[in-house]
């Protein structure tokens, strides 16, 4: 007896999904027109008021009724919807899109170009694959620019009114950077086959990924001068609001601190996209070579993020002390006020960051033969990035209820209490980042064995490592300058005198790092530089900034920035030792891509989500400090929604924007691999 | 497919616990934000304290917030009445008006006087918020009057709406003049031998970084010009006279059970003297600013004009 199949299979799981997506779309379709239709009722029965009125006049009076007048309005909603809520999710999401499509160009280029000078076809390959990201990504990113200014207009007519009689000739500049934009991004890509077939022709193929470049980053900075006039006008009469310089109103305060560490925040957020892009593709590999193309594919992603990232935090700190001179009373806010809890879930965001960016470089050692050799230390700076973590973690001062402070004795927890200061914060953000800068030093010689002497390398190497370390030597020297020229009263300026010493201190360390690779001990060079940098930056620094805090709070500023400076000079003298140490030394073993373990793809994941997250979280801090203003001191938001939500409030609407910008990605990277589908089929 | 799967799961597990970690923060922080608070009564009260008011940037509620920078404002109703009796005010309600309308007028002791005026730019709350924010203040610790707290509308200043109309000096002046004199140690008088604006100057009178951003420009000119109307607390002039029957004014630097040091003028140069309590007849504080109180004899009308002009540019 022949088996009776059923005319529709109901239990086929493609059927299942059909009918869950039809019956969306159908709730989706309903909830739209009732909310319309809502709107429209509303509309016809303030006529049908109207019109009863009419009549009840016309029976009084014959004459024909006044002509209503044309009301201008300062807000409205969306359909019922407070306006900021709808403007909040669009842009977060336009900004999203923006950054992605903003740093792809940046590395696309260099990844190019390294394809180029290499002669390995890989990152040729690698490079257009991500641009086709980016095409795809672009006309999302304009058709949510052009949603969002339509929401501004229609929404806040009355302060759009306002920023375009400041704005409008930088408008036009940006839509001229728009299409200057449209042409480099398609002409970059379609171009690709044709200029590829000459090395000139290849030359000028990356003169217009550099164009692009530059077109992105113009349209960038035009659009944060906007956002920056509204947190620190400038340029205009503040009582009348009459533009007296545009010129200002457009370089206002905190134009190129926002400018910088957007750039910066861009790279690490478009390097961590394509990293989660190419662990899903890796996840779903059928072959050795497609896993061997996308774990490679992961680690430049990976290796972008995390070399953005670590330059991060000090960008941030210097945006933060920015706003701080631009309004103490905004400053307060942030680090004091209504936004200060705000930051330790930045710090948890960040903590994942570095957590799973080294939990990866961890992982990918394992597919790196004598990488076992470093193995035991990985422990090591497990506990000390943890640790970091945790200080960073340490709110300031902890809610206390009366019967903990009657047994403390005191308002503040007698150990945590040193570690919710900017000092130890200030001290355990430079250790991170030297953390992870050191586990990168692992990752980078896990395959290497002997080193070539570095004199072997000739004089260009010697040049190049005299003109870093000069450079830096330069910078460091000049601040130093700075601050024995400062201009402050005696007892203070005497706890100055402690940070230019370090100073020299790290300048001799320089010089005698230099030497010791100069006379083939690169090794002991960096593991010298390292052990005089975290001790002067992480520990002595923690100790004196208690003292700084205590005695002359002012000098803290430039302690911070002495930190910073001592570190990230550390930093590049040893990645430049680290590129010439290792420059064709022996490998102990191969990289064999593919062979890493799954689980390192979901820190691949984690990265991705919590920098999308990071970015909306940044945006809502950013954006608040505001507070009920739309232009800050000179026009007041007074529309119903002018309040700053809770950060419970702000949690689910971030977790939104964020699923909202992931599946919109995921769906435009599919919609960008069907083409290759097609030509596989084919 | 199913790797697909796993990595939305995966993401909506992060997302989940940041959503998590959000709520537990506004738990812990005890900031539930502001929005829709309309009306005077308690409940809109709490709304505006916890949000728009921004009073939670430095006061707490019992364990609730964990700002230390003004006093925990617990029990502050009952504390009110206290405070009402000890300064001869009509109730405790009338001292929390007072408070809020002219925030230096009752600092309390270990405290600073840095409380901005709510009604006043950036934070600008309306008469009704005011009105509101008060009723709740009552519940902290007593029983809420709305009608008691009503008929104070007339003595909270009304917010500008739209917005701020900052002050113009009367005749056009620089601002690089007035900072010029402020630091110009060459005059009879120096604003900077007393006042310290970003770390430049002594720190014998309040020290004015920022002084723009939590003060009017009538204030200041109040302060210039009649330097005893307010005098900032900390910075009362000291009278002390000896056994020997000598008698100096000056600022209380410290005192202890060993010394008292006092930083006097002496023809415009600012000493330390040291007093023995052995040596000490009479000490009380004075009304009178250590300020010099001649300074609109001393400079022009450009000239000050151009000092508070600089001043007010300090935010």
Known sequence: ?682 | MRSFLNAVIFTLAVVGFFAYVCIYVTNLSGGSGGGGATGVSPEAGEKIFWGDGQCHTCHSIGTSGSATRGPNQEGLASRAEEKAKATGLGSGLEYMVESIVNPSSFVVEGYDDIMPKVFAPPIMLDREKILAVLTYLQTLGGEPDIDAVIKFKDKIPEASKTKVVPWVPPIEVDLKEGELIFFDDTRDVTCSKCHVINGKGAKVGPDLTGIGAVQTPQYLIESVLKPSAVIVKGFETMYLMTNDGMAYNGLLVSQDEEEVVLMIDEEGEMVEYVFYPDEIAQMQKQDVSIMPGNLSEMLTTKEFYGIISFLLSQK
């Open chain 1, 1 to 682: 007896m022949s088996k009776l199949i059923p005319f529709i299979n109901f239990t086929s799981k493609k059927l299942q999904l059909r009918f869950v997506f039809t019956l969306f779309l159908v709730i989706f379709l309903i909830a739209l027109a009732t909310g319309a239709g809502m709107a429209q009722e509303g509309a016809e029965s303030a006529k049908t008021t109207e019109a009863a009125e009419t009549t009840a006049e016309g029976k009084t009076a014959a004459a024909e009724p006044e002509p209503e007048p044309y009301e201008v309005v300062d807000y409205r909603n969306f359909f019922g919807i407070d306006g900021r809520l709808i403007v909040w999710i669009i842009s977060e999401l336009h900004l999203m899109f923006a950054a992605f499509v903003l740093a792809v160009p940046i590395f696309v280029v260099i990844i190019e170009m390294i394809g180029v000078k290499s002669g390995d076809i890989r990152f040729d390959n690698l490079a257009r694959e991500f641009t086709k990201l980016l095409s795809a990504a672009f006309a999302t990113t304009a058709s949510l620019g052009g949603l969002l200014a339509f929401a501004l207009y229609g929404l806040y007519p009355a302060f759009m009114r306002y920023m375009t009689d400041v704005f409008h000739p930088y408008m036009f500049i940006y839509a001229l950077c728009f299409f200057g934009e449209v042409f480099c991004l398609y002409g970059y890509y379609y171009s690709w086959d044709l200029l590829s077939r000459t090395p000139k022709g290849k030359w000028f193929h990356i003169s217009i990924g550099v164009m692009l470049n530059l077109f992105g980053t113009a349209l960038m900075m035009l659009a944060n001068s906007w956002a920056t006039f509204m947190m620190a006008p400038g340029g205009i009469n503040m009582e009348t609001g009459t533009v007296t310089s545009l010129y200002h109103a457009f370089y206002n305060f905190l134009w190129m601190p926002v400018n910088i560490h957007r750039i910066i925040a861009n790279v690490a957020f478009g390097g961590f996209v394509v990293g989660a892009y190419a662990a899903v593709k890796f996840m779903g590999s059928r072959t050795d070579e497609e896993r061997a193309h996308y774990d490679w594919m992961g680690y430049i992603g990976n290796f972008i993020g995390l070399g953005a990232l670590i330059p991060l935090p000090f960008a941030g700190y210097y945006l933060g002390r920015e706003i701080y001179m631009a309004s103490p009373v905004m400053g307060n806010i942030m680090m004091g006020g209504a936004f200060s809890w705000t930051f330790i879930v930045q710090a948890i965001l960040i903590g994942m960051l570095f957590i799973g960016g080294n939990y990866y470089l961890w992982n990918g050692m394992s597919r790196i033969k004598g990488a076992e050799r470093y193995t035991p230390y990985i422990k090591y700076i497990n506990i000390v990035i943890f640790f970091c973590f945790a200080v960073w973690l340490t709110p300031h001062n902890l809610p206390l209820s009366g019967e903990e402070r009657a047994l403390i004795g005191e308002q503040y927890h007698p150990f945590s209490k040193f570690f919710g200061v900017m000092a130890a914060k200030n001290a355990v953000v430079n250790l991170l980042i030297l953390s992870t800068f050191f586990s990168f030093l692992l990752y980078r010689r896990a395959n290497k064995g002997e080193t070539k002497p570095f004199s072997s390398h000739g004089s260009a190497a010697r040049i190049t490592l005299i003109i870093t370390a000069g450079l830096t030597v330069m910078y460091l020297a000049w601040y130093a300058l700075g601050l024995r020229g400062l201009e402050m009263e005696e007892n203070i300026l005497r706890y100055v005198s402690p940070l230019v010493t370090c100073l020299v201190i790290q300048i001799i360390s320089i010089v005698i790092a230099i030497l010791l690779t100069f006379a083939n001990k690169g090794k002991i060079a960096q593991s010298f530089l390292f052990v005089v940098t975290t001790v002067m930056a992480v520990i002595y620094f923690w100790y004196y900034g208690f003292v700084v805090m205590e005695k002359a709070n002012l000098v803290l500023r430039f302690l911070s920035v002495t930190q910073v400076s001592i570190v990230i000079s550390c930093l590049i003298v040893n990645t430049v030792i680290d590129v010439f140490l290792f420059k064709d030394a022996k490998e102990v073993g191969g990289i064999q891509w593919g062979k890493i373990p799954h689980r390192s793809q979901y820190a691949l994941l984690l990265l991705c989500v919590a920098i999308v997250t990071l970015m909306g979280l940044m945006g809502f801090i950013r954006s608040g400090l505001r507070m009920n203003w739309h232009i800050y001191g000179y026009m007041q938001d007074t529309s119903a929604g002018a309040f700053t939500p809770s950060i419970a409030y702000m949690g689910w609407t971030v977790s939104l924007i964020v699923i909202l910008f992931l599946a919109l990605v995921a769906f435009v990277f599919w919609l960008a691999g069907l083409a290759d589908k097609k030509k596989k089929h084919a």
